[in-house]
């Protein structure tokens, strides 16, 4: 069974600080991870999508890698933003056919002016 | 263009009482989901359907029951309401060989 696994659970940085997201995963054989951003009362916004196949992927300030041997992945944010406050949720969809994703319970950021 | 819509947005109603939630997608997806963020906001999927046959069905208790009158809507109609029910619940959508998950704005049921 799979279980996503996000570190810290809250983070509260200065802004224009560069900082890392963490996320880990117990079963390998994973399909894609996903990266998703929430705002309070919203819905989510995806961030970033990596495919098993691929290590990165850049957006803008954000790059997220996936290092799927040891089952973690990283969220990059470059030059934090009072903007940027919001729950970051990672999610893997795991490889055998079920389209469903597993999440973590999130990491809330604050980024302070 | 909302990509993922959801209705209503809040939903308050007593214990008992049977409630139904209508997502529909306008992104041609052919894979539809719900999900259920609880008060501690950790997200679990229930339902998944994909070209509206059911492929996902989490342990959720049968007063829950999804409707896909066609690919592009999935409705979620919940019976005999619980307190345990207070939750929001999140549709989402995607295409299969994309598989990136877009979500709707979220429906906050809240029992009585």
């Known amino acids: 069974k799979q279980e996503v696994t996000q570190i810290p659970a809250a983070l509260s940085v200065p802004e224009g600080e560069n900082l890392v997201l963490n996320c880990s995963f117990t079963?390998?054989?994973?399909?894609?991870l996903q990266w998703f951003r929430q705002d309070p009362g919203k819905g989510l916004t995806s961030l970033l999508l990596?495919?098993?196949?691929?290590r990165e992927q850049t957006s803008g300030r954000l790059n997220a890698s996936l290092d799927k041997s040891s089952g973690r992945s990283t969220l990059y944010i470059a030059a934090s933003q009072p903007g940027d406050s919001a729950t970051y949720l990672c999610?893997?969809?795991?490889?055998?056919?079920?389209?469903?994703?597993?999440f973590g319970k999130g990491t809330k950021l604050t980024v302070n002016p | 263009d909302t990509a993922v819509s959801q209705t209503p947005k809040y939903l308050v109603t007593q214990m008992g009482n049977d409630k139904s939630i209508k997502c529909e997608q306008n992104?041609?997806?052919?894979?539809m989901y719900w999900y259920k963020q609880d008060s501690k906001k950790f997200l679990k999927i229930m339902f998944s359907?994909?070209?509206?046959?059911?492929?996902i069905n989490e342990t959720v208790p049968n007063r829950f029951s999804p409707k896909s009158p066609d690919k592009a809507h999935l409705n979620l109609h919940i019976n005999s309401l619980e307190l345990g029910d207070s939750a929001v619940y999140f549709c989402?959508?995607?295409?299969?060989?994309?598989?990136?998950?877009?979500f709707g704005p979220g429906t906050r049921l809240t029992v009585l």
């Open positions: 989402a959508s995607s295409q299969a060989g994309v598989n990136e998950q877009f």
């Open positions: 079963d390998s054989a994973i399909y894609n």
């Open positions: 990596i495919q098993s196949s691929q």
């Open positions: 999610a893997v969809k795991s490889q055998g056919g079920s389209e469903k994703l597993v």
């Open positions: 992104l041609g997806h052919d894979t």
């Open positions: 359907y994909n070209n509206k046959e059911l492929i």
